[in-house]
C-alpha cells in the first residue's frame, strides 16, 4: 500500500483524506456488471468494527456533512472515498484513517444490507436514465464496438444488479481491495511525521494479496472508417461528429514529452479560437464546433472533429467546419494567432507560480491523484514556469503544426455520427456526401489581427473619497466615493496573488413586471454582446495574458458579476468593468445566440422530470405570475437589446453601485484604481431603492396535488411537498429553519433512502428569501420509480408527522447541527467566505453583526425549537405536492 502526506495550510485548519483504490468498473467480469459501484455504497454498510447505519452518523457527529464532506466516487479504472475533515485534529484523522482501512479490508457486505441497498442503486440507475445516458450509449457503441468499456458503464445494468448476492460482491471486494491496488492521501494542516505514523498504525497490518490482473480491455479498431451513424431524440439539438481512431501513444511524463503536448496545445487553441470567432457571427454556420485527440483508455486514440448547428443547419456547418479545418491543416497558423495562446498560457503559469505557497487542499489532491492516475509528475509551479520561459522562443508555427499532425489522426473517410431530432434529408448517404463534398472547399475563414489598443483605460477626472471608515468587527474597509460609489475592502493572505471582485448594481430582478416580466431577461447576455469599441471577440484578444474577464446577470435585487484577477490586472479589470457598466456594445451576435440557447430550452423543456419541474414549479407556486413563470417561446424569441437598454439603462447610469475586493491587495492602490474608473462615472443614486412594492410576491392558496408532465423515461417520477413559510429578515427564524433542514434531511435519507430503499438523493431544502417580501419556501423531495409514488409519499408524510409529534432525538440534532457549526467556523477560511460577508457590507450592513452572533445562535437552538417550527410551518394538509410523471401515467 502506498500513501502519500502534503502538509497545507489552504484552507487553514482543515484537511481532505482519500482512500485510492486502482479497481474500477473495467475490473468487472461479464456477470458482475456494476460490482465496483455496489461495493462503493456497501462501504457506508457495516464493517467488523462500524455497525451498518452507523458510519455516516459517526462522521456527522464529528461535523461532516453526508454528500458534501462525505462522499465516494467509482469510475472506468478508479474507486476514490473521501473524507473533508473541517478541523485538521488528530482525533478525526484518526475516525477518518479508520473508517478508510474499514472499507479496505473490513466490510461485512450481509444479505440484510445487500437487500436494503439494492434498492437504492437500483433508484441511483434509474434516476441517470434520460436522453443524455441514452445518447452516449450509442455515441460509445459507435464508435468502439470492440471495446469492453461500452459495456461496463459504473452504474451497471438492472438484470445484473438484481442477481447480485453478497458473496458475489464480496468476491469483487476482496479480489480488487488489496494493499497493492490501496492508496492514502493525506493533504491538509497537518505535521506530516504524524500523519505518517497514524497511518502506519492503522494499516501496516493488512495482509498482502496478490491484485487480480484487469480482464481484457479490447480494442479500439483503427482501421474503422466510412460507417454513419444516426441516433434521434426530441431533446437533442443537432450535432454532426467525424472521428478517426489510431493507436495509444505511449508517452511517458517526460520534459521532451511536455513540451511536445504543449506544443499541440496551442495548435488545438488557435483552430478552436478560429472556431470561436465564427460563431460569433450574426449568422455563424454552426453554433460551436471543437477538434482535438483523446486518449481511450490505454487502448487507442481518437480524432474528433465536432460540429453542432441549428436544427436543419448540419450540412451547411458540417462543410464550414471542414473547410477550416482543412485550410488550418494545410497551411497553418500565424504568428499572431500563437502569441495570443502562448500569452494565455504563460499568464495561467506565471499566476500559479505566483500562488504556489497557497494552493487549495483540493488542487493538491488532484495533482496527487493525476500522479496515481496517469504518471504525471507533480509539478513545482516556479519550476514549470522557468521551464515553460525556457522554451517559449522556440514555439514556431512550423513547430506547433508539426507536433500537432504526430499526434492528430487524418480525418480521412472518418466515422460520421449525426444526433438530433429528426432525420437529414437523404439519410446516411446524404451526411457521407457531404462530408466529401466539403473536401478542398475554400475556407471562409480569414486571420485580421485586433487593431489599436484597449480603449478604456480614462473615464474622466479621479473620483475623490467622501468617507473611509473601517467597520469593528470583522476590520472591513468601507469607502465612499463622491460620485455615491461604495467600495469594500478586505486584504486577506488566505491565497497569494489573487484578488476576488464583485460589484452589485440596483435593479436586478426587480425591474421585471407583471405587466413586463421578460425586462431584464437579456441581462445575461450583456457581457456577450461587448463594449462599445471592442466586440467580445475582440476583447479576448486585447486581453489575452492577462487576467481579466467580463460577467454581469441578475441576481435578486441587483445586477452582479464576480470574477478572480491578481494584483498587477486588478486596474485593468476594474477598467474592463467599469466600460461594461457605462459602455455597453449591444451587439446583435449576443441576440443571435441567445435566440439560439431559447429554442433549445424550449425543445427540451420538459425532456426530464427534472427539467419539467425546475420550469414549472415557479408558476405553481406563485399562482401563475409572469415574473416566475416561463412564458411563450414567442416572447423570449422577441426580446432584443433595444428592449433590455430601455429597461436597464437608467440603473446603468445612476443606480447605486457597490463595489467588493478581497485577497492579496494593497488597499490604497485599490481605492485608487477603483477612483480612476468607477469613481470617475458621473454622479450615481447615493442608496439602493427600496422597491417596497416590487418585491411582492404571493404564495398560492392552491393545495394538494399538482401534476406535472415530463417526456423523459416511463419509470421516472418526482414528488415534492412545499410550504409556504418565510423571508430571510427574522435571524433566529431563518437559523432553526435551516436546522429544520438539516434534521429533516437526515429523516428523510434515513426513512426513504436507507430503510425503504426507494429513492437515492431525498431530501429537503429550506429557502427563505432575502429579496420577496414574506417568501420563503420548505420542501421534501424525492425520485422515485412512478410505482412507489404513493408509499413515498407516506414516507414522508411520516417524517413531517414525526417532527411535529415528538422533539427530535438528541443524537440526530447534534449530528445536524455540528455540520452547520463546523460550516459557521470555516467560513472566513476562505476568499469566498470573506467575499460573502463583505459584499454588501455597506448596503447590508446588519449582516455583518448577524453572522457574528451565527454561531451562538445556532447552538441555542433546542429540539422544542425545532418542533415548534415544524408545528407551525409543516402542517400535512398545509402542502403543496407537486407531482412529476410521465406523460400518460395515472396519477396515485
Known amino acids: 500500500m502506498r500513501f502519500i502526506i502534503r502538509r497545507n495550510a489552504t484552507p487553514p485548519g482543515t484537511a481532505l483524506v482519500r482512500l485510492d483504490i486502482d479497481a474500477g468498473s473495467l475490473d468487472e467480469r461479464e456477470a458482475e456488471r456494476g460490482y465496483a459501484h455496489f461495493v462503493e455504497h456497501m462501504a457506508f454498510n457495516g464493517s467488523t468494527h462500524v455497525p451498518e447505519g452507523e458510519m455516516v452518523k459517526l462522521l456527522e457527529r464529528d461535523g461532516l456533512a453526508f454528500g458534501a464532506d462525505t462522499n465516494a466516487q467509482t469510475s472506468f479504472e478508479q474507486t476514490t472515498y473521501k473524507l473533508d475533515l473541517p478541523r485538521a485534529d488528530g482525533k478525526l484523522l484518526d475516525t477518518a484513517l479508520m473508517l478508510m482501512r474499514e472499507t479496505a ?302 499526434e492528430a489522426l487524418p480525418l480521412a473517410e472518418p466515422l460520421l455520427r449525426f444526433q438530433g431530432r429528426t432525420t437529414p434529408a437523404g439519410g446516411a448517404k446524404a451526411i457521407r456526401k457531404a462530408w466529401d463534398g466539403a473536401g478542398g472547399g475554400t475556407a471562409a475563414f480569414t486571420y485580421e489581427p485586433v487593431k489599436g489598443p484597449f480603449a478604456y483605460t480614462d473615464f474622466g477626472l479621479p473620483g475623490t473619497v467622501a468617507a473611509d471608515t473601517r467597520e469593528p468587527l470583522f476590520a472591513i474597509r468601507t469607502v465612499r466615493f463622491a460620485n455615491g460609489v461604495r467600495l469594500n475592502l478586505k486584504r486577506t493572505a488566505l491565497e497569494k496573488d489573487r484578488i476576488a471582485v464583485r460589484f ?63 494584483p498587477r490586472d486588478l486596474a485593468l479589470q476594474l477598467q474592463v468593468l467599469a466600460a461594461l457598466i457605462s459602455d455597453p456594445g449591444y451587439r446583435p451576435e449576443a441576440e443571435a445566440l441567445y435566440r439560439q440557447n431559447v429554442s433549445n430550452f424550449f425543445k427540451r423543456i420538459d425532456a426530464t422530470p427534472g427539467l419539467a419541474l425546475n420550469n414549472a414549479l415557479g408558476r405553481i407556486l406563485s399562482d401563475g405570475d409572469p415574473r416566475f413563470s416561463v412564458q411563450p417561446e414567442t416572447a423570449y424569441q422577441s426580446l432584443s437589446f433595444a428592449k433590455l437598454k430601455a429597461a436597464i439603462a437608467n440603473r446603468l447610469a445612476h443606480g447605486a453601485l457597490e463595489i467588493t475586493l478581497v485577497g492579496d491587495l494593497d488597499e490604497d492602490a485599490a481605492i485608487a484604481s477603483v477612483a480612476r474608473t468607477f469613481g470617475a462615472l458621473p454622479v450615481r443614486e447615493a442608496d439602493f431603492r427600496a422597491y417596497a412594492a416590487e418585491r411582492q410576491r404571493v404564495f398560492t392558496a392552491r393545495r394538494g396535488q399538482i401534476v406535472v408532465r415530463h417526456k423523459g423515461e416511463a419509470d421516472q417520477a418526482t414528488l415534492r411537498l412545499v410550504w409556504p413559510t418565510a423571508d430571510d429578515s427574522d435571524p433566529v427564524l431563518s437559523a432553526t429553519l435551516e436546522l429544520l433542514q438539516e434534521v429533516a434531511g437526515i429523516e428523510v435519507l434515513d426513512s426513504v433512502r436507507e430503510a425503504l430503499g426507494k429513492a437515492y438523493s431525498p431530501g429537503a431544502d429550506s429557502s427563505q428569501s432575502r429579496i420577496w417580501t414574506g417568501w420563503g419556501t420548505f420542501s421534501l423531495q424525492a425520485q422515485v420509480a412512478v410505482s412507489e409514488v404513493a408509499a413515498t409519499h407516506a414516507a414522508l408524510l411520516q417524517v413531517v408527522k414525526a417532527l411535529r409529534d415528538h422533539p427530535v432525538d438528541a443524537d440526530v440534532l447534534a449530528r445536524a447541527r455540528a455540520p452547520m457549526l463546523e460550516g459557521i467556523d470555516n467560513t472566513l477560511n476562505t476568499n469566498g467566505g470573506w467575499m460573502g460577508l463583505a459584499e454588501r457590507a455597506q448596503s447590508h450592513p446588519e449582516r455583518l453583526t448577524r453572522f457574528r452572533s451565527a454561531r451562538a445562535r445556532l447552538e441555542a437552538l433546542t429540539a422544542a425549537d425545532i418542533q415548534a417550527a415544524a408545528r407551525r410551518f409543516l402542517a400535512p394538509d398545509a402542502a403543496v405536492e407537486v407531482l412529476v410523471l410521465p406523460e400518460g401515467a395515472k396519477p396515485g
Open 105 to 406: 479490508s473490513e466490510l461485512t457486505i450481509t444479505p440484510a444490507a445487500v437487500g436494503r441497498e439494492l434498492g437504492v442503486v437500483l433508484s441511483e440507475l434509474r434516476d441517470n436514465q434520460g436522453y443524455q445516458l441514452a445518447n452516449l450509449k450509442d455515441q460509445i457503441a459507435f464508435l468502439y464496438p470492440r471495446a469492453t468499456y461500452p459495456q461496463r458503464l459504473p452504474i451497471g445494468t438492472v438484470e445484473s444488479l438484481e442477481a447480485a448476492t453478497p458473496d458475489g460482491l464480496r468476491g469483487f471486494w476482496a479480489r480488487q481491495y488489496v494493499p497493492e491496488k490501496a492508496t492514502v492521501i493525506v493533504v491538509g494542516d497537518f505535521d506530516p511525521a504524524a500523519v505518517e505514523s497514524a497511518i502506519r498504525t492503522r494499516f501496516a497490518d493488512w495482509q498482502p494479496a496478490r491484485p487480480a490482473p484487469r480482464p481484457d480491455q479490447g480494442k479500439v479498431e483503427r482501421k474503422l472508417r466510412g460507417r454513419t451513424d444516426i441516433w434521434l431524440d426530441p431533446a437533442l439539438s443537432e450535432r454532426i461528429t467525424a472521428s478517426r481512431h489510431g493507436p495509444w501513444q505511449d508517452e511517458p511524463d517526460t520534459i521532451a514529452n511536455r513540451r511536445t503536448a504543449l506544443l499541440r496545445q496551442i495548435g488545438y487553441g488557435v483552430i478552436n479560437r478560429r472556431f470561436l470567432r465564427v460563431t460569433r457571427a450574426v449568422d455563424p454556420p454552426f453554433r460551436g464546433a471543437g477538434y482535438g485527440t483523446g486518449d481511450v483508455f490505454r487502448i487507442g486514440r481518437t480524432t474528433n472533429l465536432v460540429v453542432d448547428v441549428q436544427d436543419g443547419g448540419w450540412q451547411r456547418g458540417l462543410t464550414a467546419a471542414r473547410a477550416m479545418l482543412d485550410q488550418a491543416l494545410a497551411h497553418g497558423f500565424t504568428t499572431e494567432e500563437l502569441a495570443e495562446q502562448v500569452a494565455n498560457i504563460r499568464t495561467a503559469l506565471e499566476n500559479a507560480a505566483a500562488g504556489a505557497d497557497t494552493r487549495g487542499n483540493g488542487a493538491l489532491v488532484s495533482a496527487a491523484l493525476a500522479l496515481l492516475h496517469d504518471d504525471q509528475v507533480p509539478t513545482d509551479p516556479v519550476a514549470g514556469l522557468a521551464r515553460f520561459n525556457a522554451f517559449a522562443p522556440s514555439i514556431t508555427p512550423a513547430s506547433v503544426l508539426a507536433a500537432l499532425k504526430q
Open 504 to 566: 452589485a448594481l440596483d435593479g436586478g430582478e426587480l425591474l421585471a413586471s407583471k405587466a413586463n416580466p421578460l425586462a431584464v431577461e437579456l441581462a445575461g447576455s450583456l457581457a456577450a454582446g461587448g463594449l462599445g469599441k471592442h466586440s467580445q471577440d475582440d476583447l479576448q484578444t486585447l486581453l489575452a495574458g492577462r487576467s481579466v474577464s467580463l460577467g454581469f446577470g441578475t441576481v435578486g435585487d441587483v445586477f452582479a458579476g464576480g470574477m478572480t484577477t491578481t
